[in-house]
């Protein structure tokens, strides 16, 4: 609204005061009448009120003077004919079909590597480098490493560059102000830097979120989470950038692994994208990488630590079926498979009870059944018939000579890697139903 129709309503009401008589007070009110219908026009024949919508503002008037009063806002719609008519950009991508624009939450356990991920990725993406064979978006990137220091931070980085040259575009802070203090502030200016120095800003990383939440008040959790994650993703899209938030996982397990991120789910719900890393076991350097979002299809990586380069490794693009095949490689009748093998310059054929009886020669029935090996050759003959392809995986063909009579002549042969990859395999079928 205008200074001037602000002006004229507070004059009106002010004038109120001043009123003495009777006549005064009609003559008052047919000017009063007559000011309301003049700003009301002006009002909406008004297609820019600065803070309002078309219609929004009217006028109204009661014993002590006029005041503005909101009516309903109005939607800005769009039909679905004229959306599938827009020319819009396509989805921009940090990471490839991994990292989008908006607002990411990564999250685990304490002391498990997080932040050893977020620097490798700082470095990959401020130098065009591909992250887990997924292309990357050059440009600039801010790390908020709020949980360490410079010593500790230059230490890392030389350890992951490894005598690589030292990319001039990614900047660390190890100090921030929490979100309601001016931290979106604070990431504006850098941006507009960034902009100025004709660099391109891609990523911004907040490690961890803890550090600079704005609402700490337990009073209604899900309405804090929500608002200091609704001004990160606000931020996020402005400028179209990733924003990386680094987050700890609760103690207690859940079905879903993207429910024990810490915090209600009003920080969830403002998130593009969520990452849980979950360690395969105590002291173990393997982990599964779970990642959901809403430009990203859901999908679960083989990740493991690398000692020597101190980066996380994707080991496999399936995560599923690379531990079933690991577990596989471990059953013992798998080892007993490839010894035989060894031995026999990489073939054999025979009958599946002659193998039973090489492979399991001197083990009795407890020590069997206590290292999931069939107890007799009809369960052997279901396990190899039940997992074709993971002994294809394994390097190891499986053929059922049919043209014998009996059918129970079988051969086994070692091959060659079929592929980088693991191929599409069925899933892991173990001894567990056929032991009595």
Not at 343 to 370: C, H, P, R
Not at 390 to 419: F, H, V
């Amino acid at each position: 609204m205008s200074n001037n129709t602000v002006t004229s309503i507070n004059s009106i009401s002010n004038r109120t005061g001043d009123v003495n008589n009777q006549q005064e007070i009609d003559l008052f009110a047919e000017f009063e009448k007559a000011e309301v219908e003049r700003h009301r026009k002006f009002i909406s024949g008004n297609d820019n009120i600065e803070g309002q919508n078309q219609g929004a503002v009217i006028l109204s008037i009661t014993g002590s003077g006029a005041s503005v009063i909101k009516k309903k806002s109005k939607l800005k719609c769009i039909d679905a004919y004229s959306l599938s008519k827009l020319q819009l950009p396509p989805i921009k991508y940090i990471i490839e079909d991994l990292l989008s624009v908006g607002l990411h939450i990564l999250a685990g356990p304490p002391k498990l590597g997080k932040s050893w991920l977020v620097l490798d990725l700082a470095i990959q993406v401020s130098t065009g480098q591909s992250m887990w064979g997924k292309r990357t978006t050059p440009g600039s990137v801010l790390y908020l490493a709020l949980e360490d220091h410079q010593k500790r931070l230059q230490s890392r980085q030389n350890l992951v560059l490894n005598g690589q040259p030292v990319p001039k575009n990614l900047y660390f802070a190890t100090e921030a102000v929490p979100i309601n203090e001016g931290l979106i502030e604070a990431m504006e200016d850098w941006v507009a830097q960034q902009k100025i120095a004709n660099q391109n800003p891609q990523v911004i990383i907040v490690d961890t979120f803890q550090k600079i939440r704005g609402h700490t008040s337990s009073d209604n959790a899900y309405a804090n989470d929500y608002k200091d994650a609704g001004e990160l993703k606000k931020f996020a899209d402005k400028h179209e950038i990733a924003v990386i938030v680094v987050h700890h996982t609760r103690k207690q397990g859940d079905q879903d692994v993207f429910n024990t991120i810490s915090g209600s789910t009003g920080l969830t719900g403002a998130a593009d994208s969520m990452f849980v890393i979950k360690k395969q076991g105590q002291g173990s350097k393997e982990a599964v990488f779970h990642a959901t979002g809403r430009d990203i299809e859901e999908m679960e990586l083989a990740i493991k630590f690398n000692d020597v380069t101190h980066t996380w490794d994707m080991v496999s693009p399936n995560a599923s079926q690379y531990i079933q095949q690991k577990y596989f490689a471990s059953n013992p009748v798998s080892i007993l498979i490839n010894q035989l093998l060894d031995t026999n310059s990489g073939e054999w054929y025979g009958k599946v009870s002659d193998l039973d009886k090489i492979l399991f020669n001197g083990i009795s029935d407890m020590d069997k059944q206590a290292n999931g090996i069939p107890k007799a050759p009809n369960s052997l003959s279901r396990f190899l018939n039940n997992n074709i392809k993971m002994l294809e995986a394994n390097n190891i063909k499986y053929i059922r000579d049919t043209g014998k009579n009996d059918g129970s002549y079988i051969q086994l042969k070692q091959i060659p890697p079929i592929s980088a990859e693991p191929p599409q395999l069925e899933e892991y079928q173990g001894f567990e139903n056929e032991l009595e």
